[in-house]
């Protein structure tokens, strides 16, 4: 295992791992609190169709990815609010539409499509150091906003209606905090492909509830199990020559039956 450290592309995954894990963890916790996970999955999903006309136009296809995920994050947001559209009726659409635009562009692109594999099912040893420069700008932005405005998003994740009573600039945190979903989105699908993402955004956190309750102590450790899930993927599948995304979630979904398992000896034992 040491002499794969001698590999750039190899400590290039470790580093990106761990900015992304703690990145994850934060945002899956704002998600989870405000039950936005089905939310997660449609943008997740809408990101084929940017992938799709990306390599069609001969455009870089994250960026389009990214273009496609904000604009269909945020059009869910103000379409619940200006139309009052149920979420789950406007996930649906942006659900279909980016799978459909996507799979109707990679047909019509000449030729076998570079790289599609690794958006889907995800490639954590093609991470670059420009990718872990994108990685660590968006860390710090994001880390930056939860400490300028911690308790407002706290409030608005758990009950956005009382804050926007009281006065808080909901609207504000809701559309920035739904465009870092969106971005945080595209730049872990080269992690873990569209088709694994939602492992990242949902079970650390759910296993940490488990453990604590505060939004603060549920985000803290979800970032250690989010870091060690990671790197246990990366180890296992570096080791055994398989793909290191799937142990990724293997490990997580692991971590997630344990916490069930000791949150239910607890609650037998407090009874």
Not at 45 to 62: E, K, S, V
Not at 97 to 126: C, D, K, Q, R, W
Not at 206 to 227: D, K, Q
């Amino acid at each position: 295992m040491l002499e794969l450290l001698r590999y750039n592309f190899f400590v290039y995954a470790l580093a990106g791992l761990v900015l992304i894990s703690i990145s994850s963890a934060v945002i899956g916790t704002y998600v989870i609190t405000r039950r936005l996970v089905a939310i997660s999955g449609g943008v997740t999903h809408a990101c084929f169709g940017g992938l799709g006309l990306g390599y069609f136009l001969g455009w870089n296809p994250i960026l389009m990815a990214g273009v496609f995920a904000i604009a269909s994050s945020v059009g869910v947001e103000w379409a619940s609010a200006r139309w009052r559209l149920r979420e789950d009726s406007a996930i649906a659409v942006i659900w279909a539409l980016g799978m459909a635009i996507g799979v109707l562009f990679v047909f019509l692109t000449p030729g076998y499509v570079p790289e599609l594999n690794s958006f889907l099912f995800g490639n954590v040893l093609t991470i670059s150091e420009r990718d872990l420069w994108a990685f660590g700008i968006y860390t710090v932005l994001l880390g930056a906003f939860f400490a300028w405005k911690y308790r407002q998003i706290v409030a608005c994740a758990f009950d956005r209606d009382f804050a926007r009573v009281i006065g808080l600039p909901t609207r504000f945190i809701s559309y920035t905090m739904t465009v870092f979903i969106a971005v945080g989105i595209v730049l872990t699908i080269r992690l873990v492909g569209v088709m694994l993402l939602m492992a990242m955004l949902s079970l650390p956190m759910m296993a940490a509830e488990a453990f604590c309750r505060s939004f603060g102590r549920i985000m803290i450790v979800s970032v250690a199990i989010s870091i060690c899930c990671s790197l246990g993927g990366l180890m296992i599948g570096a080791t055994a020559d398989v793909p290191c995304s799937a142990f990724i979630v293997l490990c997580g979904v692991g971590v997630f039956f344990l916490s069930r398992v000791y949150s239910f000896l607890k609650s037998r034992k407090e009874a």
